[in-house]
């Protein structure tokens, strides 16, 4: 049965959403609507890191800890998950990652510190060796403009030394119970006017691309998002692929590398090291970990970029993508980019897999 609302988990607390514009970021709906005003805007836009929170998700029985930016997520987008805020993680007694920050004065005026306590609640929550590397990795997301690096470094690296268990990790069972009694069908949110869409597989894609006469796709939302941050766009149709099942796999079959078009990057780049490891490091570059985190490459193709970074790769690899729309059809990548933001994708169509070709010696 289709639902007409969202649940997600605001830090400890089951939500219900329908009556909220379908256009609303997570970062707006936290700061306007629940005045949790922790998570700061810095620039609306994914560069600075200021409005980092973490959500988690349910993967293999187990949960899955992401830092976003919540300045361009939309709020539906939760759908599913558990979004925790810097509000929450040290309520009742602070949490590591901040007791490493005051005891290494990884604070200035503030203005950037709770972004970058909760990248490296990210970092600690994936339990990442606290490697120079590494916290370049997790915190190159995160801007600073006065206490400098080398002091929110030093708290980054020594954040384990204040336990490595914290309430996140006793409360786990409870998380993963709540997040499993949210119904996983398709949802329909009409909101004045407007609508946003989740299909949960790939049938009841192919049925509301096929019904409804304009769309707007969306996946990480990492391109699409700014329309509405950065250039004042209202958008009335929203498909959500984020949550599809069937668009979110990796699997090697006959010499081949199949994405599915809604997989993140930050999931694509372990598996890819093995086979193209120069591939995969070019990933590190991209964006920011909580860039990666949503960003998807059938977004990437999808934008038509001339600076999309995955696009040369793909060209040198021979990579093909299958388009689906009512019928499934297989396009080279060449074939794919007409011109400038310009794709051969035809009304109602969308890009389903990126299958790469698994070739030796390279
Ligand atoms: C701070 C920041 C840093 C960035 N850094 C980089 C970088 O280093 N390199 C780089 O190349 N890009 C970068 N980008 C751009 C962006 O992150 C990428 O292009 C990303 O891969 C887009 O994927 P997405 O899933 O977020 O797409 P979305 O924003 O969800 O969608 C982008 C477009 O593709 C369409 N679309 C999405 N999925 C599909 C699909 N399956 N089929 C058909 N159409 C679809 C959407 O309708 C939309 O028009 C950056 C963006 C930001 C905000
Ligand atoms: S406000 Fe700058 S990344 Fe979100
Ligand atoms: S402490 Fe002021 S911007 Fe970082």
């Known amino acids: ?3 007409n609302e969202i ?8 939500i219900k959403i329908k009556d909220i514009d379908t256009n609303v970021t997570v970062l707006n709906y936290l700061r306007i609507n629940r005045k949790l005003t922790g998570t700061k805007e810095g620039c609306a836009s994914g560069d600075c890191g200021a409005c980092t929170a973490v959500t988690a998700e349910l993967n293999n029985n187990k949960l899955k800890y992401k830092s976003i930016n919540t300045c361009i997520t939309f709020l539906y987008n939760l759908h599913g998950k558990q979004l925790i805020t810097v509000e929450n993680i040290g309520k009742d007694k602070l949490h590591p990652v901040q007791q490493a920050m005051i005891d290494n004065d990884g604070s200035q005026c503030g203005f950037c510190t709770p972004g970058f306590v909760m990248a490296m609640f990210g970092m600690y929550k994936n339990k990442i060796k606290p490697t120079n590397n590494n916290i370049d990795e997790y915190l190159a997301g995160n801007l600073c403009r006065c206490t400098g690096y080398k002091a929110i470094k030093n708290a980054a690296r020594k954040m384990y030394s204040y336990g490595k268990n914290d309430k996140f990790s006793k409360n786990e069972k409870i998380t993963i119970k709540l997040l499993k009694s949210i119904n996983k069908n398709d949802v329909i949110i009409n909101n004045n006017k407007k609508q946003f869409y989740i299909p949960s597989n790939l049938n009841n894609l192919i049925k ?3 019904k409804l006469s304009k769309f707007k796709l969306l996946s990480g ?10 250039q004042n766009q209202d958008i009335d ?13 990796i699997s090697i079959k006959n010499n081949y590398l199949h994405i599915g078009a809604a997989t993140p990057i930050s999931d694509l780049i372990p598996k ?26 059938g977004g990437n193709l999808a934008s ?3 600076i999309g970074d995955s696009s040369p790769a793909l060209l040198a690899l021979n990579c093909s993508l299958l388009i689906q729309g009512k019928k499934q059809r297989e396009v080279h990548i060449k074939n794919f980019f007409k011109s400038y933001r310009k794709t051969s994708l035809k009304n109602k169509e969308f890009i389903k897999e990126i299958k790469i070709p698994i070739l030796k010696n390279c």
């Open 272 to 297: 890819l090291k093995n086979i193209y490891p120069s591939f995969a490091n070019m990933f590190y570059r991209y964006g920011s970990i909580q860039i990666r985190n949503v960003a998807t490459i």
């Open 208 to 210: 509301e691309t096929q």
């Open 1 to 3: 049965m289709i639902k």
């Open 304 to 306: 038509a970029s001339p």
């Open 221 to 230: 939302g990492t391109d699409l998002a700014l329309e509405v941050t950065k």
């Open 237 to 249: 149709t929203l498909i959500y692929l984020g949550n599809n099942k069937d668009l979110n796999y």
């Open 7 to 14: 649940e997600f988990i605001l830090n400890d607390k089951l």
